[in-house]
């Protein structure tokens, strides 16, 4: 299995910013670090990071090896081939220098899909669109990208009908795509990365494998915070589109008819529902804006945080992203008597409950 330090990264960083004012992008300023300070940090488990610049580009720093673009005015396909051509190992993710928002949980649920298969791995987003600048290539397309610059084809768009390429769709995730995937092109692209976004309340994911006890975890902790006068909301992600068949009858018919959207309400309750399609899990976050906090269910391939479900007779080990993981709960001794983690027993739902109040009062503190 191909892991992180079996592959090297690459910045392109060769553009001259024309819509921009000319200006040097990879040295933009956001959160205090320059666009390129806040992607070396992202790659910074990597084994080599390389920036492709063109000869006219005076910036150096000692974390990266430096590879100068030799063909002139032909766009990033310069920089693709030249980064490429000097890698010291097989595979190399590729990034753009003016996509700021990228992160190592991105970065990393990328970099799993690796295997000898494929040419290359890329990204298409929730819009169906292909960034073939954002992911990793095999360097033995380096003949491939040759042969079209030789042939004057610059587009590197045209060269991923040569190649062998697993299309990595986000439309099966819960990344904000559009944020994380934004290229800041222009001074509008540059002044939004400033403006101030809704706050959502915090969240934890509760994941773990089909009939691990999600469902049962979760219930037996809502009737917890429910006593204890939290107001705690619920978001499970469907990887199919759900029926509504369950729904009031009436209120089916006017969505299989064509309605938009319609609202159902009752002197206790009401539900509204809207065809739309599928959106960032911060957007969906805003509809609980004025809870305590919200469970996720499932989700266990995300950076969320989250709580992994290890239950004897169901699986024995984790298989969740381990990154931002809160604790495990298991009634697998060996999982709960190791040190290396934090663990607690499935059963004991009041320890689970505190623990979960304990992150929660430590997140608001930070």
Do not use: W
């Amino acid at each position: 299995m191909i892991k992180i330090f079996d592959i090297n990264a690459l910045i392109l960083a060769g553009g001259k910013g024309k819509r921009l004012n000319f200006c040097n992008k990879a040295l933009l300023k956001y959160k205090n670090q320059t666009f390129l300070d806040k992607i070396v940090d992202v790659f910074s488990n990597f084994n080599n990071i390389y920036i492709s610049l063109n000869s006219s580009q005076d910036l150096i720093t000692d974390k990266l090896i430096r590879v100068d673009d030799n063909f002139e005015d032909i766009g990033p396909i310069s920089g693709l081939y030249e980064g490429l051509k000097e890698s010291t190992l097989d595979y190399v993710f590729v990034v753009p220098c003016d996509t700021p928002n990228i992160t190592k949980e991105f970065v990393e649920y990328i970099a799993q899909f690796v295997s000898d298969e494929y040419d290359a791995f890329l990204i298409k987003d929730k819009d169906g669109f292909v960034h073939p600048l954002m992911g990793i290539y095999n360097t033995r397309v380096c003949s491939t990208i040759k042969e079209s610059i030789e042939n004057n084809d610059y587009k590197v768009l045209n060269i991923l009908d040569k190649i062998n390429v697993k299309y990595i769709d986000l439309a099966y995730t819960i990344f904000d795509d559009k944020f994380l995937l934004a290229n800041i092109n222009t001074e509008n692209d540059y002044k939004s990365l400033f403006l101030t976004k809704k706050s959502s309340p915090p969240f934890i994911a509760i994941s773990g494998v089909k009939n691990s006890g999600k469902t049962t975890l979760i219930t037996k902790l809502l009737k917890k915070f429910k006593e204890q006068g939290y107001k705690v909301g619920t978001i499970k992600h469907d990887g199919h589109d759900f029926q509504m068949d369950n729904l009031e009858s009436d209120t089916d018919k006017h969505i299989k008819s064509g309605a938009f959207g319609t609202l159902i309400f009752s002197k206790s309750q009401f539900m509204y529902l809207e065809k739309s399609t599928e959106d960032s899990l911060e957007k969906y976050l805003d509809f609980f804006k004025n809870y305590d906090f919200v469970i996720l269910e499932g989700f266990k391939y995300t950076s969320y945080p989250k709580i992994e479900i290890i239950r004897k007779d169901i699986s024995n080990k984790p298989i969740a992203n381990p990154n931002n993981l809160i604790f495990y709960a298991t009634d697998i001794e060996n999982i709960l008597n190791d040190n290396s983690n934090v663990s607690i027993n499935l059963n004991h739902i009041d320890s689970i409950f505190n623990q979960i109040l304990n992150y929660l009062n430590e997140k608001r503190r930070a």
